[in-house]
């Protein structure tokens, strides 16, 4: 950098060169990830607390990096929905779960819920709703069988256009859940006003669910869900006490590394064929 001159800034910041570098060259790399088809979709399980049973599954993104290996969501997820290309990978993954559940039904699995994450940036795309029709026609999954996640940030901005969306999407008939509920700006109006059908609990409570406030929290969020008929889901539940808990006070379904880490699809495929006990 040094012989670009005295007064250029890559001299005077280099680190911040360095960041911005960096940046662009994952920008471009994520550009081109979806030509090359590098993004994968793993699927964890959602087992119903009473049944024991796969109820449904939530697609998690990767990106299987030529070089770097696999690429967890949270080291791109984030670039994605600052450029903007969250937008077209949002909409393969709605695309590719769509379709994989869709399979996974004509293969003899029945009716399995397959949970998508849904961005804020893809939630502001006047696109939403018909690419999400289109793909439930196109696939041919039952509506019912979709899950569209969101986080409670998405409520902040314009609530009454939040509202109206939401009213458009639960008429496609799909589902919608809020996810890591708890941690974001949690508004009780909220849940009076839009068309919800499940809270996620975040993992951070359940994980500390053998503390007394992460317990009276836990315990109260499935209250509240129930009290306003909807379901409720622990997400990152990684031991049998926990499993214990949340089914002695009526959680719904779990969702965590206890049951199954999110799977490749082939593998997810066989959990589905083989069964397992909770
Ligand atoms: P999330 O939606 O809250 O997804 C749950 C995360 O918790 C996943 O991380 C999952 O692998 C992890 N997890 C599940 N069970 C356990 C457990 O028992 N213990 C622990 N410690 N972790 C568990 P992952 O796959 O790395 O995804 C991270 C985040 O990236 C997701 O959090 C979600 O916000 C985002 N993300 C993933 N896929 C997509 C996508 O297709 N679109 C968008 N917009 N965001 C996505
Ligand atoms: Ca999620
Ligand atoms: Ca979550
Ligand atoms: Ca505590």
């Known amino acids: 950098a040094k012989k670009l001159g005295r007064n250029n800034t890559q001299f005077y910041e280099p680190a911040m060169n360095e960041e911005a570098r960096e940046r662009l060259r994952i920008e471009s790399a994520l550009r081109n990830a979806l030509e090359r088809q590098e993004f994968v979709l793993h699927y964890q399980p959602q087992v119903d607390l009473q049944s024991g049973r796969i109820v449904g599954m939530e697609a998690l993104l990767r990106w299987q990096h030529p070089e770097l290996g696999m690429v967890a969501p949270n080291r791109f997820i984030g670039l994605a929905e600052e450029t903007g290309l969250i937008v077209e990978i949002g909409a393969w993954v709605l695309r590719t779960a769509c379709a994989q559940a869709r399979s996974w039904m004509d293969n003899g699995h029945g009716m399995l819920r397959i949970a998508v994450n849904l ?47 939401l009213h458009k999407l639960k008429a496609l008939g799909l589902a919608l859940s809020i996810d890591d509920f708890g941690t974001g700006y949690s508004s009780f109006s909220y849940l009076r006003h839009f068309p919800i059908d499940v809270l996620k609990i975040d993992r951070s409570f359940v994980s500390d669910i053998s503390e007394d406030d992460e317990a009276a929290i836990v315990v109260s969020i499935i209250a509240l869900a129930h009290n306003l008929k909807l379901r409720v889901i622990a997400e990152g539940v990684e031991t049998e006490s926990q499993v214990d808990y949340l089914r002695r006070h009526g959680c719904d379904e779990m969702q965590g590394y206890y049951f199954s880490r999110p799977l490749p699809a082939a593998e997810f495929e066989q959990l589905l064929r083989q069964g397992r006990d909770l």
């Open 119 to 165: 961005s804020p940036r893809q939630f502001s795309e006047p696109q939403l709703l018909s690419s999400i029709a289109e793909v439930l026609q196109e696939t041919g999954l039952p509506p019912a069988c979709l899950d569209i996640e969101l986080t409670e940030g998405l409520f902040m901005h314009d609530v009454a256009q939040a509202v109206e969306l």
